[in-house]
């Protein structure tokens, strides 16, 4: 069984109410946080864990708090994202929902690192019900003495702040949600200035996802060093994966970094298999924004190495042969899945989602769309394959935000990979429409 | 599209001193001379009145905040959950993003257009409902999957049997 840093107590009835929480150990990374510890002490801890932001980018968390400018008079801000939105991602909603308080914990001690006197979650619109819950949560904290004036006696003053968004995936990007909490469009900032120097209100700012900020708990309460030996490699800690799609038991998992994919996939302690008996085809194992990758090539890289759930294994083989562990939004296709559809529907997504501000991205997404729907639907040419290839060339690197990177890796991936199932569909226009192509011909992607 | 001149565009929203005074609570979270941070949850408190955010709603929320129209209205046409028409009395939001499909959501948002009668985004004609595709609402674990506001009700692995019983209550609600 795999070391449970997060999700340890998410079984104790009522571990949602600070009562319950506080029985099971809760709040003791704050006593011990102010105490005994001081700020630079908090921060020489979370950069001994080697703790990698958990919302995607997987940027080490205590160098990013070090970036952070202090300049005198003026105030510092930790902003919360819990905007939850990349496809196939449900691991923050889980977390709020069930152990709220080990959200607020992080919360207070990570502000308290960055000397933040206010701080924000920014949670989804849709989850009215979670923004309650943090609310009820931020409430019961504050009745005892950990939220407020002069914390624990300590003279450390904090608010946190829940704020919602209004349905908009591009509020995820740490710019387009300081826009959106100043109340303006989620329009993504071009950086630099880089949030740690101008963030919200023009103030320095830290923005971390909701599991960082929940993974700042145990660090604090068994050391750094401690959370360090957990994991693989530079791949430190626990992650939270989401899983979806056609599994035996789709959930949220809490697994050691290293674990390998073909026993997160199989083994009954994780998903327990592909659902109905059917064969794996495919897996997007980050979130909808990384490459897609055929069963054989997740299972195992390109040397024929077993494939592991870190930040470096899954990446092994860039671009060609690998992936990203972004999110963690693991989503498993079965024999039956249709590639060029689910392509098409998450560049409708993509297009969908684009702020508007860059012509590549607003065009390039929805041209992509256009042509994957043509294909989808028995009017595929078969100079559209490397047509789309192109367009996604265009709009990887030429735009403010990485939505535009994150657009164009899905379709260049699928291409790479499924080509076969492409060109089945152009050459078969009438066919492809009431039958799928079935599992991904291998062989060809071998020597590809 | 926001149609300034829409005859529907009535005062529907009475700002009473209790509403004024949850706006007040809201403007205080955030420092002195940011009022205008307050908007989007204002916004929110605007619509689960009214079912829609109208143009003269807008504008008193742009009074209240000290701030020009139309900073309201960039705002309430940028993000997918505010409405700028009047809406079913249930909006039922379906995911119909790629997680979900996998799972039979398209099955269930033809089995929606079906029992209701109504295209995407038109509202049946007692007014009860009207019904709309949105994208990935992070549950994906349970598709397939949909919401039904002011409250965000969320009704996890849905089938066509759940959604008739859904409906069939909704409607006994009035
Ligand atoms: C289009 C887009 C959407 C994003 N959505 C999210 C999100 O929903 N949640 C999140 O934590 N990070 C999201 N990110 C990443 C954030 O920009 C940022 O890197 C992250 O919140 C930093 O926190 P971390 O270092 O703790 O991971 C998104 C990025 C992009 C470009
Ligand atoms: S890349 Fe797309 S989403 Fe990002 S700023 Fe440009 S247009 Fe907006
Ligand atoms: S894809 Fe439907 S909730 Fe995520």
Redesign the pocket.
């Known amino acids: 069984m795999t070391r449970q840093l997060l999700l340890e107590h998410i079984n104790v009835p009522g571990i949602n109410t600070f009562e319950v929480y506080r029985r099971m150990g809760g709040y003791s990374a704050v006593e011990k946080a102010i105490k005994t510890m001081g700020p630079e002490g908090v921060l020489e801890e979370v950069k001994t864990s080697g703790l990698r932001?958990?919302?995607?980018?997987g940027?080490p968390?205590g160098m990013?708090w070090s970036f952070l400018a202090k300049p005198e008079g003026v105030p510092r801000y930790l902003v919360c994202?819990a905007?939850?939105?990349?496809p196939g991602t449900f691991k923050d909603r889980y977390l709020m929902t069930y152990i709220p308080h080990l959200l607020i914990e992080g919360m207070i001690v990570s502000s308290f690192a960055l000397g933040a006197h206010t701080s924000y979650i920014y949670v989804r619109g849709e989850m009215m019900q979670q923004i309650r819950i943090l609310e009820q949560a931020i409430a019961e904290a504050k009745a005892n003495g950990f939220l407020g004036k002069n914390i624990l006696g300590s003279g450390y003053d904090l608010e946190v702040y829940v704020h919602p968004g209004a349905g908009a995936?591009?509020c995820?990007?740490?710019t387009a949600l300081l826009e959106s909490l100043e109340g303006k469009r989620g329009n993504p900032r071009i950086k630099p200035p880089f949030p740690a120097v101008s963030g919200l209100y023009n103030c320095p700012t830290v923005?971390?996802?909701?599991e960082?900020i929940a993974a700042t708990v145990s660090i604090i309460n068994d050391g750094g060093a401690e959370y360090a030996k957990i994991g693989i490699g530079r791949s430190t800690g626990t992650k939270l994966i989401s899983a979806g799609g056609n599994l035996n038991k789709p959930g949220v998992y809490e697994i050691e970094l290293g674990l390998p994919v073909e026993e997160f996939i199989y083994s009954d302690e994780y998903c327990g298999g592909i659902a109905n008996g059917k064969q794996l085809k495919a897996v997007v194992a980050g979130g909808s924004s990384v490459p897609i990758l055929p069963a054989n090539l997740i299972l195992k890289t390109i040397e024929g190495a077993p494939r592991l759930m870190s930040y470096e294994s899954l990446a092994e083989g860039g671009f060609v042969s690998g992936t990203m562990l972004g999110s963690g939004g693991f989503i498993a296709f079965d024999e039956d899945q249709c590639i060029v559809r689910n392509t098409w529907n998450f560049t409708r997504f993509y297009h969908h989602e684009s702020c508007g501000q860059c012509s590549p991205c607003r065009e390039g997404t929805g041209w992509m769309e256009k042509v994957l729907f043509s294909i989808e639907n028995g009017q595929g040419r078969s100079s559209d394959m490397d047509l789309l290839v192109n367009v996604a060339k265009n709009i990887e690197g030429n735009t403010i935000?990485?939505?535009g990177d994150?657009a164009a890796w899905p379709v260049a991936s699928a291409i790479r990979h499924f080509r076969d199932e492409f060109e089945w569909h152009v050459n078969n226009p009438v066919e492809s429409q009431s039958r799928n192509y079935g599992l991904a011909n291998y062989a060809i992607m071998a020597n590809s | 599209m926001l149609n300034i001149n829409n005859t529907e565009n009535i005062e529907n929203v009475e700002f009473t001193p209790e509403l004024i005074g949850k706006f007040n609570e809201i403007v205080s979270r955030y420092p002195e001379g940011k009022q205008k941070s307050a908007l989007l949850p204002i916004l929110h408190e605007v619509q689960a009145i009214a079912g829609w955010l109208s143009v003269p709603s807008m504008n008193k929320v742009a009074e209240f905040l000290n701030i020009e129209y139309i900073e309201v209205y960039e705002v309430a046409t940028f993000y997918t959950m505010y409405f700028l028409k009047p809406q079913g009395k249930y909006v039922l939001e379906v995911c119909r993003t790629g997680p979900c499909c996998l799972v039979g959501a398209e099955k269930i948002m033809k089995h929606i257009e079906s029992t209701l009668g109504v295209k995407e985004g038109e509202v049946t004609s007692d007014g009860l409902f009207s019904w709309r595709g949105v994208e990935c609402m992070a549950a994906c674990g349970n598709g397939p999957v949909l919401q039904i506001g002011p409250e965000y009700t969320f009704y996890e692995n849905l089938t066509e049997e759940s959604v008739n019983q859904l409906i069939g209550k909704l409607k006994n609600n009035k």
């Open positions: 932001g958990r919302g995607g980018a940027f968390t990013k994202n905007d939850e939105s990349e995936y591009i995820g990007e740490e923005v971390n996802n909701v960082t935000c990485p939505l994150a």
